[in-house]
Each structure stands twice: as C-alpha cells, then as structure tokens.
C-alpha cells in the first residue's frame, strides 16, 4: 500500500470549535449565578445570627463593668478606657471591634435603660430600628 505524503488538508482537527466553547462558558455562567444567590442568602442568615451572640457577649461584658464600677456605663465607650471617676475598673472590657455588630453597625445603647438598668439592641441588617426578617431588632432583654 502506498502511503500519501503528509499534508495539513489529511490531517484531522480534534479541537473545540468556537460554538462549543461559548455553550460551555454561558453554562458555567448559569451555574456560577445560581451558586452565588444560594450562598448570598446563607451569608446574611450567618451575620444575622452572629450579630445575636455578640449581643449576648457585649451584654455580659456591661453587666461585667457594672459589678465592678457600680453601675453601667454611660455609653459604650467606657468599656474602651478608664473614665475618669470609675474606681473598681478592671479593663478595657472590650475590644472596639466588639461595638459593632457583624454589619458593620454600631450597637444601639441606652442608660438607664427602659427594660433594665441598661438597653443594648441589635438592628439587624439595615442598622434602622424597626423592621423585619434580617432587619429585625433584638434586644438584651429578650
């Protein structure tokens, strides 16, 4: 058998052509979107419920202070350093990364407060009192 010269017109392509290879990366663009919006949903349920245990532990840390001082602060930054008439202090009893929430808020404080000797509230997502699913508001009290 006689065997033909190799030429570039014999030689077979095994490649992906340019159609191929725009179906396969609008697919992963469908999948990519659909993954994303699944986990954004998670991220926020995550904040969310962390925002609740920080609440708790910044809590603690204010009723740590008012056994030691006496009462609550005043406002929260107390809690950083020493104010100037506070015998029995024994902090900083907290960092100022813990007087935000996972959002990125600030904490809502009141003292006196109107269900205890002091208030601390969590805004949720929004950081706005009021409102409702991730945006709710929790309370020390509750």
Do not use: C
């Amino acid at each position: 058998m006689r065997r033909l010269p190799f030429t570039v017109a014999n030689r077979r392509q095994r490649g992906f052509t340019l159609l191929e290879m725009l179906a396969v990366i609008v697919l992963l663009g469908i999948v990519a979107t659909i993954v994303v919006r699944q986990v954004g949903g998670n991220v926020d349920k995550g904040k969310y419920g962390a925002g609740k245990a920080q609440l708790a532990s910044l809590s603690m840390k204010i009723e740590s202070y008012g056994l030691d001082v006496g009462s609550p602060p005043k406002d929260l930054q107390q809690m950083l350093a020493r104010p100037a008439n506070a015998s029995g202090w024994a902090g900083p009893y907290a960092k100022p990364s813990d007087l935000k929430d996972p959002f990125g808020h600030a904490f809502g404080y009141r003292f006196p407060g109107q269900h205890g000797a002091f208030d601390l509230i969590f805004f949720g997502q929004d950081g706005q009192p009021g409102g409702d699913g991730y945006n709710a508001d929790l309370g020390n009290w509750e």
